[in-house]
């Protein structure tokens, strides 16, 4: 849909994302830059690995940032195969054993989680979407933009770029992308009142600009607040951050999957359950793997991004997102949303306060670990 200096399409599972991206990619005629967290070539990826190195050896600039933990099951085959046809490949923060424990640690949750393509600098793709065989029936929430708008996200490409051993050279011009084309304003749109990148790095601030986002968009909210996350582990600030808005009277809906891809990630997110509920939210489980991270408040505000609810996509780990606040992008998502809680289960907290004693003892357990995750 044509929204004055750009266009924009939401996709609502991971097989159109990929198909949509990979038509993206076969049309490009200058660059292609890529970060993506997971990315392996399987039956998914090779032929994306395929089309990649096509388009190298055609001339075109085309860099590929796979995170080292997240993508560790991309093959030293493909990546040679990439890079021998021209495709620079970088793997963001290797990770090796370290005698000291906790910067071993502290290196191993340092990632990045960021899902961004850029083709041409004037076609960008970010969301949820990762690239693997075992994602390709899951629902997830994708946003295609159209138009000058890449250029925040180039300068989070450039320096994931440098951060992962590449050469600063090599994307000086993206870190200034329009140096020698006159003044930056007359080249680039206003956008500020119509989309706003959050191109996230990590940080050892108390409220990181993520976090804040979040609160914020509680704060302003003053009838419903819908939030889609596959993982949840909210902290005290965003409880009582719920709890301030309804006792406004704002009604705030958190969907997640009924059963997320990582059991511990699900086993956390239910010691939290009870705690949502007191505070006045209504969660709403969805009968399949979304792995969206989405949000709209009223019809005023949208995010769409690679931002899960939980306290490592905070602090830890590369991110990015774009909010918005054009009425039919925000009216588009909220539709998102209603078709979701069409298809969910509303907690029933009165039953799900009488599980099994073996399945407390197993969130307890899973407790133990939330640090680590």
Known sequence: MEENNFSYQFYK????????????????????????????????????????AEKAKAGLEVK?????????????KAEKFLTSSGVVVLRYSRYHPQLKFWNFVSRL????????LIVDKKIVFLGG????????????????????????????????????????????????????????????????AKLKFIVHSPS????????????????????????????????GNFLRGIAI???????VNIFLPHHADVQLMELLSRTYFDLTIRAGANIYLLPK???GKALTVDGQLG????????????????????????????????GMFDELKAQAEPLNIDAFRRRHWLQHLREWLAKKLEYFV
């Open 129 to 192: 979407v990762n690239i693997k065989a075992d994602f390709k029936d899951w629902d997830d929430i994708f946003i295609k933009l159209t138009g000058k708008i890449a250029w925040p996200l180039m300068k989070g490409f450039a320096r994931s770029y440098i951060s992962s051993g590449g050469q600063s050279k090599d994307v000086r011009r993206l870190l200034y992308p329009y140096l020698g084309q006159g003044i930056l304003e007359q080249v680039i749109p206003d956008l500020s």
């Open 64 to 76: 590929l940032i796979v995170d080292a933990l997240g993508s560790s099951k991309l093959s030293s």
């Open 289 to 291: 793997m979304n792995h």
């Open 204 to 235: 050892k601030a108390k409220l990181p600009r993520t976090k804040l986002f979040y609160l914020k968009a509680l704060t302003i909210a003053k009838e419903r607040v819908n939030l889609l996350s596959p993982y949840y582990i909210p902290d």
């Open 303 to 334: 995010l769409v991004g690679s931002i899960n609810l939980m306290p490592r996509s905070f602090s830890y780990q590369e991110e990015s997102a774009v909010s918005f606040t054009d009425e039919k992008m925000v009216s588009e998502l909220n």
């Open 13 to 52: 599972t991971t097989a159109d994302a990929w198909e949509a991206m990979y038509q993206s990619l076969l049309t490009a005629q200058k660059s292609i830059f890529w970060e993506v967290y997971i990315f392996v070539d399987d039956e998914a990826g090779n032929r994306f690995v395929n089309l990649l």
């Open 109 to 116: 949750m340092h990632r990045n989680h960021r899902k961004v």
């Open 245 to 251: 808005a309804t006792a406004r009277g704002v009604q």
